[in-house]
């Protein structure tokens, strides 16, 4: 489910499980914060 954050760029809610995160978190955020 696509969603528009406050910068206004749209980051799509995918459930992916970041294999150092332990959780369920965006694909566009485990990709930033790896």
Do not use: N, Q
Request: charged fraction near 20%; aromatic fraction near 14%.
């Amino acid at each position: 489910m696509p969603s528009r954050r406050g910068d206004g760029t749209l980051v799509f809610k995918i459930c992916f499980y970041g294999p150092s995160l332990g959780g369920k978190t965006t694909a566009l955020e485990w990709v930033y914060h790896r």
